[in-house]
């Protein structure tokens, strides 16, 4: 078997043997250097003239940006590296000499950067922030496996919304109307009652029209639902289990962290208990900045921004009015204008990351919600049904997964947290 050069600290003063992509080659006359790369990291290849046969430097010379090759060499310890060791090549082992590579070394547009989405993953910047989505996942299964949850999975088509009817992705079901999933959320509540505390975590649609940085079509979302928690419970597990993704990520991704330049300093203050502010207080706080915003309305980029720069960890706003959430919201007993929900907002503009709320258990409630929303009871007869045999407090919440990996990794846009977006206007590749 090859060697990798994660482990390659394993191997010094020894040979092995590579299976490697070329991303870049400088060259200066009598040596050649290889930036060598085989998915598990980067490392130097040394080509020295007069210490390696002829065939090894012809070889060398031919091979070009993203050729693959086997290479053998000695590794050797170097501390001018990044990773702290090179590589002495001795064989090269030509795999492919691949064509004339379109991304280069110079500045290229994001559009002809997301038309070649297929290649542009394979920089370290796109391994880095992939890397760590995958430490992500891992860290957010950890800790719910950790804590009693078992990990179901809700339907993907579905015959009827979860998140209101106006970003719905239809399709046809045989001769029947079907949509795809917007949230899993309500099956989520169905497993609640049998399994006690439960999480889904798959891919979710929304046909949204708005093109901005922090929406996709296709995002994957991490929604526990958990029997017998309330609203208060409910936000000190949301608290917890983002600082141990958080604090695993700093862990475990150290190196990925660096090639992005992110400033950890802002990473390392995420540890719970997390702010908290009422939907109240952030209109009236909004309203005092000079913001244009009347209670009743919802918050836009621009707000949940100015409300997350008063703090230094993730802050949830919680308490909004009923009238401008999701019809299983549970209305707070004391004040029924309101419901016991909370979104996560993270810092430095990076938006809502999670929404979660506590359900309605009432089952005359909830179906006074799907007249007041429109809903038909007959498609939701099912999920009134939760209601009617045993129904308990129950409260969950959903992740978005893109955000919170566009926040850790600290990037600009959604579409470089996932290995291939959906976008407004982007099917291809
Ligand atoms: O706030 P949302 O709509 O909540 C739900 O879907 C609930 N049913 C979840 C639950 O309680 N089980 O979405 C949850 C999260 C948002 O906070 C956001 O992070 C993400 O999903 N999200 C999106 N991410 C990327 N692109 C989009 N278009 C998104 N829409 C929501
Ligand atoms: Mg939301």
Redesign the pocket.
């Known amino acids: 078997m090859l060697a990798t050069i994660k482990d390659i600290a394993q191997y010094v003063e020894q040979e092995v043997k590579l299976g490697v992509w070329l991303y870049n080659k400088r060259s200066s006359g009598k040596i050649q250097f290889l930036q060598l790369r085989d998915g598990t990291g980067f490392i130097q290849g040394v080509v020295v003239k007069n210490e390696v046969y002829e065939e090894v430097w012809e070889s060398a010379t031919q091979l070009t940006q993203e050729s693959s090759l086997y290479v053998t060499g000695t590794v050797r310890k170097d501390d001018r590296s990044n990773i702290g060791y090179e590589l002495s090549v001795t064989g090269i082992e030509i795999i492919q000499i691949a064509e004339e590579y379109p991304i280069t070394k110079k500045e290229h547009g994001t559009d002809f950067l997301m038309d070649h989405r297929h290649l542009w993953i394979r920089t370290p910047r796109q391994r880095a922030i992939l890397k760590i989505r995958g430490e992500i996942i891992r860290a957010i299964q950890e800790y719910l496996d950790q804590n009693g949850f078992t990990l179901v999975d809700p339907p993907i088509l579905t015959p009827t919304s979860?998140?209101g009817t106006t970003n719905l992705f239809h399709t046809k079901y045989f001769d029947e109307d079907a949509y795809l999933s917007?949230?899993g959320?309500l099956y989520?509540e169905a497993t609640a009652m049998a399994l006690g505390r439960v999480y889904s975590f798959g891919p979710t649609f929304?046909a949204?029209k708005s093109k901005t940085r922090?929406?996709?079509i296709e995002?994957w979302?991490i929604?526990p639902?958990m029997a017998f928690i309330d609203h208060e419970e409910n936000l000190k597990i949301q608290e917890e289990f983002v600082s141990h993704v958080v604090q695993s990520v700093l862990k475990n991704c150290k190196i990925e962290l660096q090639t992005l330049d992110r400033d950890i300093s802002k990473l390392e203050k995420v540890m719970a208990p997390f702010p908290r502010i009422t939907y109240d207080d952030a209109i009236k706080f909004l309203q005092e900045e000079g913001h244009e915003i009347q209670w009743g309305d919802d918050f836009g980029a621009p707000h949940e921004t100015a409300i997350a720069e008063k703090f230094e960890k993730p802050v949830f706003i919680t308490h909004y009015p009923t009238e401008l959430k999701?019809f299983y919201m549970k209305p707070d007993p004391n004040r029924p204008e309101v419901v016991l929900c909370a979104?996560l907002i993270a810092p430095e503009g990076y938006g809502?990351?999670?929404?979660?709320?506590q359900r309605i258990d009432d089952p005359n409630l909830l179906e006074q919600r799907f007249k007041d929303h429109h809903l038909s009871i007959d498609s939701y007869k099912w999920y009134l049904d939760i209601r009617k045999y045993g129904s308990v407090p129950h409260s969950?919440?959903?992740?978005?997964l893109?955000?919170t990996v566009a926040w850790i990794c600290g990037l600009e846009h959604?579409r470089e947290t996932i290995p291939f977006p959906r976008l407004l206007n982007r099917l291809y590749p």
Do not use: T
């Open positions: 979860a998140e917007q949230s959320q989520m929304r949204e922090r929406h996709l995002f979302m929604e639902e999701a979104d809502e990351i999670i929404g979660g709320s969950g919440f959903g992740l978005g893109e955000r959604v």
